[in-house]
């Protein structure tokens, strides 16, 4: 019964690290998109042809 319920903990915290690891890329690529949004509008109203 210990081995099992040991084998369970390290399936938790396996599964707890996935769950950060995938919540850390999908906070970069938000945060990136967000910052290239963000130049994209002051390049169209720094540019005096737009």
Do not use: I, N, Q
Not at 12 to 28: E, S
């Amino acid at each position: 019964m210990t081995g099992s319920h040991e084998t369970f903990w390290w399936l938790l915290a396996l599964v707890g690290l996935a769950v950060v690891v995938f919540a850390a890329l999908l906070w970069l690529r938000l945060r990136r998109r967000a910052e290239t949004e963000r130049r994209a509008e002051e390049a169209r109203r720094d540019d005096p042809a737009a």
